[in-house]
């Protein structure tokens, strides 16, 4: 699963976790432990017949269940089942079926068998239920924002803006909301799935489509079969008006049902997966396991995206059109990351939720590894960086091991340190091994464990067995233990000697054991050193030098996930940023003189070279620190800036580039302005429009319109709030709620776009707008999951729904002839202030 990340990080870099410790089983004498699931009964197969009730929203099913006592004799078979309707459970011998006494009560089908049944002795036992998933109780998290597992979208077609789809997600233990069985990721079955639906529609499941009949009153069944076992949380099933575009993988069928409109899209935003495929196929040492691969967009999907086996599930992000898809496929992370886990994760899957490392962390460093192959190591170390930071600047997830038996809900482990930490973590192994032990080490995993379950200590003695290594004092303290390293550092030169003695000093509580790379720069050159840090307190190491040490650049390589302390001058930085190849050295020199940038020449050379440097993200943001309108600044980049406005194979440098020069507010760059507005690029037309405007302010409800925000980057959308607020641009009223919504946080972070925000959250809740309003709710009910138990942050959220509630009813007084319309608004409020109670 990739979960969904707040816009903006709005709330973990505001509101650390406060959620309470668990109620513990001894008294709080221990904390809870995890265990996991005890195997009873292994399941085998599974055979589902369903047909769909669009107006009640509820699922008829039958099912046939064959399964035998895992190891001890059992007369008992026990199910999970949320919130169904149970009407005939049955034993069934070559076709007849034979009732059997159960017991159904707080979501858990208890059936007594009609003999006690030994290891290997399998039965069958048939089922017929409705599925209710609108009486499910259990609820969603930060990383899956709802868990009813079954999910009607537009089921009566009453929004004419959304079409009708049905999709399910399992994913932790919500299966068991649409047929009985037992929802543990250690539970691994074969499967068939017979779908009755209306002919108009498409279906997808997992495996294989054997079978299509046509039906009486225009309905259709296709039978679906799986013949590989895999854990039930990856059933999947999806219906709904798609097209399907067809691609293949050597003679593997490639899928993409995608939604009418954006067919014409399906191969832009889709079309690598079958290169992904054999990559990672060749990669892994391990050709990709599975029948076909198709993939399906959900609309209001939970969470982000969702490995079922063969089908994988999208949220409705993956829908892209070339004026986003030039500037940048931002779904194809989330594309190689739901594809890797068909090895990690469904081939091969964790026993328990509080091993979750071995399927997410893998998902999360193969964007790393489809980075690095298609778009070079620079793209593949900004990625990341990127994503370390996250867990860094998330005080909150500091105590937290990888691998965790303590938690208070199975959802808490869809984390930062499961994903960005865990990937993090799997990028320095894999530099400490090398590559060929690494990947070695994960086929043999794959191999020794395929359509099976492991953890974490399994994944440790695959890597031990290839290398050679012990590697227990890795996992003891990455996967084991929490938090990471926090260093300072300090050098000294000793003349007589001709060396320096560069001082490492460890500041958190436990002291970490790391291979570290140090670059000493002699005589403007550096000169690379590979160290071992023990964990102390304190490390020393002496290189040779001609002279005092022109500069140290320790985690040279960017490899360590730590926190480092250092200040360098303007000058150093821009000797580190000459002389380094890896991006995350470049990319913090760069970093470190931005509030040098005006004040001094070093900065202003070091600005000078980024925006030629070969990577494009560096261009970007030396682009954005630069201020033109000085003299100086424009002598030394100007000319370099109009060529990247006009020329830059990169769409997303064009539009820095644009935007940096409306900063001169010279009209002579007008042309270059109103040529960007024709441009099929998104983020082009986007800076184009603001810096037309910041010469001709006139001019900004007319341009405004011409921009299509929805789905929109941050940035853009951060770019052009400003003036659709202003303006009151009505036709962009519902496109700029996901960022409107959280006003107060965005206010914390940047006053003077969070000022936009709340300007633009008033004139949304003062104005008679259904479905701005509902986007509102939406984003701010997306937040609940996010924040936990944190009485802060839901009083804050409380108060702004609070806000817009009043400004409903001050218009409902203004306009009661509109009377109804705000009525829908005032309930939709209401029912999201109720949620958070």
């Given amino acids: 699963m990739k979960k969904a990340i707040l816009s903006i990080a709005l709330l973990g870099g ?125 609820e969603g998290s930060a990383a899956i924002n709802d868990a009813k597992g079954l999910y009607f979208i537009n089921a009566q077609g009453t929004d004419p803006d959304k079409p009708t789809q049905i999709w399910t997600q399992g994913e932790t233990e919500s299966s068991s909301a649409w047929f009985p069985t037992i929802d543990k990721s250690n539970q691994k079955t074969t499967q068939e799935i017979y779908m009755t639906v209306p002919d108009q529609y498409v279906t997808l499941s997992n495996g294989i489509l054997k079978d299509s009949k046509k039906e009486a009153n225009g309905q259709r069944t296709d039978h679906w079969v799986m013949d590989k076992r895999h854990s039930t949380y990856l059933f999947f099933m999806g219906v709904g008006e798609y097209a399907i575009v067809k691609d293949k993988w050597r003679n593997i069928p490639v899928d993409y049902y995608i939604e009418k409109e954006y067919e014409p899209y399906a191969k832009q935003i889709y079309g690598n997966t079958p290169e992904m495929i054999e990559f990672f196929s060749k990669k892994l040492g391990y050709d990709y396991p599975w029948a076909k691969y198709a993939q399906i967009s959900g609309r209001d999907y939970v969470s982000g995206a969702m490995e079922n086996t063969t089908a994988t599930l999208h949220g409705s992000g993956v829908l892209q059109k070339p004026g986003q898809l030039v500037d940048e496929n931002t779904w194809e992370d989330t594309i190689a990351h739901e594809l890797f886990h068909h090895w990690f994760g469904d081939l091969v899957t964790a026993e328990s939720w509080s091993n979750l490392t071995v399927n997410e962390s893998f998902a999360n460093y193969s964007e790393y590894l489809w980075n690095e192959y298609k778009y070079g190591k620079d793209q593949a170390d900004y990625h990341l960086m990127t994503d370390v930071n996250m867990y860094l600047h998330n005080p909150g997830d500091f105590k937290k091991d990888l691998v965790r038996f303590n938690y208070d809900s199975r959802e808490d482990v869809f984390d930062l340190v499961t994903y960005q930490k865990g990937g993090g973590i799997l990028h320095m192994l894999r530099n400490y091994l090398g590559d060929d032990a690494f990947f070695a080490g994960m086929n043999d995993y794959l191999k020794t464990y395929e359509y099976g379950n492991a953890e974490a200590h399994q994944l440790r003695l695959s890597f031990e067995k290839v290398s050679g290594r012990d590697l227990n004092w890795f996992f003891n303290q990455w996967y084991f233990g929490s938090g990471n390293p926090k260093l300072k550092y300090t050098y000294s030169f000793e003349p007589v000697k001709k060396q320096i003695a560069v001082t490492i000093e460890q500041t958190q509580e436990q002291p970490f054991q790391f291979p570290l790379a140090i670059d000493v720069y002699d005589n403007g050159k550096p000169k690379r050193y590979k160290v071992w840090v023990n964990a102390e307190a304190k490390n020393v190491f002496n290189f040779d030098v001609s002279k005092n040490a022109d500069l140290v650049n320790i985690n040279s390589d960017g490899v360590l996930l730590a926190e480092i302390t ?41 600005l000078a070279a980024a925006v030629k440097d070969p990577f494009f993200r560096i261009r970007m943001k030396a682009l954005k620190m630069m201020d033109l309108s000085n003299a100086e600044q424009f002598k030394a980049m100007g000319a370099d800036v109009e060529k990247l406005a006009s020329s830059d194979p990169k769409t997303l440098v064009q539009a820095a580039a644009i935007s940096a020069l409306a900063k001169t507010k010279d009209k002579k760059y007008i042309p270059v302005f109103e040529k960007g507005l024709n441009a099929v690029s998104n983020a082009v037309r986007g800076s184009s429009v603001s810096a037309l405007i910041e010469m001709d302010p006139s001019r900004a409800a007319a341009l405004a319109e011409k921009i299509d925000l929805k789905d929109a980057s941050e940035d853009l959308m951060g770019k052009l709030l400003p003036v659709i607020v202003k303006n009151k641009v009505t036709s962009q009223m519902e496109n700029i709620t996901q960022l409107v919504a959280f006003y107060p946080f965005i206010k914390f972070q940047n006053p003077e776009l969070g000022k936009s925000a709340e300007e633009g959250y008033n004139w949304i809740m003062s104005s008679d707008n259904l479905k701005a309003t509902e986007g509102i709710t939406k984003m701010l009910g997306r937040a609940k999951g996010e924040i936990g138990n944190n009485p802060q942050a839901k009083m804050m959220i409380t108060q702004i729904l609070k806000d817009g509630l009043n400004r409903k009813m001050e218009l409902l007084k203004q306009n009661p002839q509109s009377a109804a319309g705000i009525n829908k608004q005032i309930d939709v409020i209401n029912k999201a202030i109720e949620d958070f109670k």
């Avoid at 949320?82 to 005939?88: A, C, F």
């Fill in 14 to 138: 505001i509101f650390f976790s406060t959620n309470a410790a668990a109620q513990t089983e001894t008294s709080g004498r221990e904390k809870v432990y995890r265990a996991t699931h005890t195997k009873v009964t292994e399941l085998k197969h599974t055979k589902l017949k369903v047909d769909f009730d669009y107006q009640k929203e509820q699922m008829n099913g039958e099912e046939w269940l064959t399964a035998a006592p895992f190891f001890y004799p059992a007369n008992e078979l026990t199910l999970d089942a949320k919130g169904m309707l149970i009407h005939e459970v049955a034993l069934e011998i070559n076709g007849k079926k034979s009732p059997l006494k159960y017991d159904y009560k707080d979501d858990v089908l208890k059936i007594t068998l009609d003999k006690t049944y030994q290891k290997n002795q399998d039965y069958t036992v048939y089922i017929r239920y409705t599925a209710r998933p609108g009486e499910v109780k259990q």
């Fill in 566 to 606: 250092d200040t360098k001058t303007p000058e150093q930085n821009l000797m580190q940023f000459l002389g380094s190849k890896e991006f995350k050295s470049r990319y913090e020199a760069l970093n470190g003189i931005k509030d040098q940038v005006g004040k001094n020449p070093a900065a202003t050379k070091l």
